[in-house]
């Protein structure tokens, strides 16, 4: 080689290089140009599969350089004839990422080192989009923390719009298609208020339905049933149970907890039932076993077998938390730790404004209905936070305010040929569903059971019935003692 | 071989067939002697085991030829300084020998063709006495069949009692050692009165204190629980729950469906109901499978695969019936079919006075304490039937009426690292108990669990608290939505 053709080939290389860096320099800047594929090529530790997923930012403040983290997973089968499903986690500032599609209902859980499939990935049904919302959650972010403590449900709900107009535009083949909010627990503020300022912003978002799970609603309904709920259970005793309900009842201990201002009655009702129901309960799935993740259940691993026959891995969550923490993770993600040092599932640094879990739900709902957005409001019956009995008690009395009469009464519902819980719908608009054996995150718990609650209300159908062959099935009057 | 030899040989071999014939007839005429031994060699299907099984009749009544059918499984190890425990299942007329041993806490649980070997059977505690109570129930009989229908709880009380002092005759190594019934649903009548005989009768039988599981103790408060438990455990609608509390309660409901006496408005409420739990929930465990042990499910095995993690063999019973009923099972067994075709789980031939459900156990309960005989009440907290919520309550007042203090105040007990149930003491003789996920049927459904409280139980000591090094765990103040 001539030196002039050395040179030449250096020059190359040094242009190769300058527009290696330029492209590195742009990926890790996250700017969110739509030039930029946002495909996820592979996860660390992923099995194989047909479908795409993408990930990475959308911006919903150029000011305030505030963005929205997003993972969407195409549907696994003809995902062009499906709907758009946004899914939401509540907390408030818990990740939709992290515990909606890495433990509930996404196309992988981590376990060790690898993702395993989930069989009942709710991507078998619809396009998925997990969405960390607000900024401060997750991988999403605000340069200006200044945002943090100024978090509210009316903020989350207009940065939750603006974040998926600008998505449909960044995915245009999706723009028409049927399109559904669904997302549990706190999400129950979140969900109703997203989708009514789409339907009165007339943005152009193709809304059918939302589902809300295990939903904060009306706050004094919903946290009073607590203490019936963990009566009847058997986590606290009649003494404490009378305590409730004649000293302090529960969503005056919340209240009060919130604004830190406990009354020492109240403090002693609320010490009382904690002592009772003792520290070992999943408050969230009572039945539950929980999860010793320390030192001392790493000493039970070394000690002695695990029990091989359960279904649920308990820890999942301490697994997710440890695979959203991996940089070659976060890598494939497209994902960024902004003002933080560790990725964790529910914010440590959004302040959000808690006198908005006072807000009630039901004038939301109500003026959903009235748009013609189909409601479903489940429950998993095993979590005592936000118990069935206050869920159903606001379902009740939302139908009974909107004047809707029960068309299908109150009736059990089947996976296969279990029950798979209760279900009762008014005016073929508004459902009510409990998910049998389930958490207050149920897809967590009741895979199986969820996705087909799941592929109903897709369906806006009832839940089905037990086929008639095993609906002949005789049951005695009285049962034996 | 002359002839000589040859008729000697002849002659020995008659004599021979004839003891042998003789030996046959002895035992299958069943006489009670104690000369024959009831020790069962080998169940069919059984894998070998260490300690030994004895089964046979006990004669209560010779003139009316009255016989019971008792199980007994020694300890597996360390036989001679446990003690004896005796079990009895309820209905009234339910078999303790089929539920009580071989589905809920006996050594083995049939399989198919097999036995399985139970990690979990009572025998590793103490010496088991399973007893088929009264006549009429399992192998039990009377010849004189008019028994059948002048069955009562005193009756049973007073045979039983005969049945233990005849056994213990039998069974003299056993005679002197520690004593103590336990027994579900129904035994919450059979145990505490039998033990009351023994404690007035002054037999010569050392007992130390009973256990009862998920029992009939007081009518009203057990059965009107229900209409709670089920609208908490989400099986009802609010509205029916509400009809439950204005309309009829359940205790109506039962007392008007035994004396075969419903009125509309019972009836109405009783099928309003019975049509929202619908058909394919165990009310005996709320949130466990149903068994579909019909045509339906044999096409089912062919047509799918059945659940491979499933813990629990949901069909169980049905298996326990068909080795039952088995000739092979029976003769190694020593029990007989005298005046029936088919041996039931639930006696088909009995009419119990069904007035007895009314007489209230805790008059019986309180005797038993001032006489110090340690009373274990514990709760399945799966079982509609007969509610933990309703059980709770009678023991509060139990506890009240005899002035006992709370010595151990309410709180979760331990299996392992993970919460068994919860339970509070009472004067360090009366304790409650629940079985966290466990069914009417405890053992059969959270064998585990059971067992651990058995053993408590039988130490005389509070059940496990949570070990000191994991007790230190923290837990967040607030649940997070």
């Known amino acids: 080689m001539s030196s002039s053709e050395a040179c030449i080939l250096c020059t190359k290389l040094m242009y190769g290089i300058i527009i290696i860096i330029l492209l590195l320099t742009l990926s890790f800047t996250g700017v969110n140009s739509v030039t930029v594929s946002d495909e996820v090529v592979k996860l660390p530790g992923q099995p194989p599969v047909t479908f795409k997923q993408f990930a990475g930012y959308i911006t919903v403040d150029q000011n305030k350089q505030r963005s929205l983290f997003y993972y969407f997973v195409e549907a696994a089968s003809n995902s062009s004839s499906k709907p758009v499903v946004l899914w939401l986690n509540g907390g408030p500032g818990c990740s939709s990422v992290g515990e909606g599609a890495f433990v509930e209902h996404g196309p992988f859980k981590p376990s060790g080192r690898v993702l395993l499939e989930n069989d009942y990935s709710w991507n078998k049904e619809a396009n998925m989009l997990y969405l960390e919302s607000p900024a401060g959650v997750g991988f999403s972010y605000s340069v200006d923390q200044s945002f943090y403590t100024s978090a509210n449900d009316v903020i989350t709900a207009s940065d939750n719009l603006a974040f998926l107009e600008k998505w449909f535009e960044k995915y245009p083949e999706y723009k028409n298609r049927d399109f559904y909010i669904t997302g549990e627990s706190y999400a129950g503020h979140y969900v109703p208020q997203l989708a009514n300022l789409i339907v009165h912003s007339k943005a152009k978002i193709n809304l059918k339905g939302i589902a809300i799970g295990n939903p904060l609603l009306d706050f004094d309904t919903d946290f009073n049933s607590r203490g019936e709920y963990l009566w009847c259970h058997g986590l606290i005793s009649d003494a404490t149970y009378d305590m409730f309900n004649t000293m302090c009842n529960y969503s005056t201990i919340r209240r009060q907890a919130q604004s830190r201002s406990?009354?020492?009655t109240c403090s002693r009702v609320a010490n009382q039932a904690s002592k009772e129901i003792g520290?070992?309960?999943n408050a969230y799935d009572i039945t539950l076993d929980v999860c010793l993740s320390n030192v001392f259940s790493q000493s039970l691993v070394l000690d002695q077998i695990q029990d091989e026959e359960a279904k649920i891995d308990v820890c999942m969550e301490d697994?997710?938390?440890?695979?959203?923490?991996?940089?070659?993770?976060?890598?494939?993600l497209h994902a960024r730790l902004v003002g933080i040092n560790k990725w964790t599932p529910c914010s440590e640094v959004l302040s959000y404004d808690m006198d908005n879990l006072e807000v009630p739900m039901t004038p939301v709902l109500m003026s959903l209905l009235k748009s013609g957005v189909r409601v479903l409001v489940y429950s998993g019956d095993q979590d005592s936070v936000l118990p069935l009995t206050g869920t159903r008690v606001v379902v009740n009395g939302l139908a009974k305010q909107l004047g809707l009469n029960t068309t299908l009464p109150y009736r059990a519902w089947f996976n296969g040929n279990q029950v798979?819980?209760?279900?009762?719908?008014y005016g073929d608009v508004l459902s009510f569903a409990t998910i049998r054996g389930a958490s207050h995150e149920a897809p967590f718990s009741q895979p199986e059971r969820s996705i087909a609650l799941f592929r109903g209300f897709l369906a806006g159908e009832p839940l089905p019935a037990a086929a008639n062959e095993i609906a002949q099935k005789p049951k005695a009057e009285i049962p034996r003692l």
């Open 262 to 264: 406990m009354t020492p």
């Open 279 to 281: 520290r070992f309960v």
């Open 319 to 332: 697994e997710m938390i440890v695979y959203f923490n991996r940089k070659d993770v976060q890598t494939a």
């Open 420 to 425: 798979g819980g209760w279900t009762q719908v």
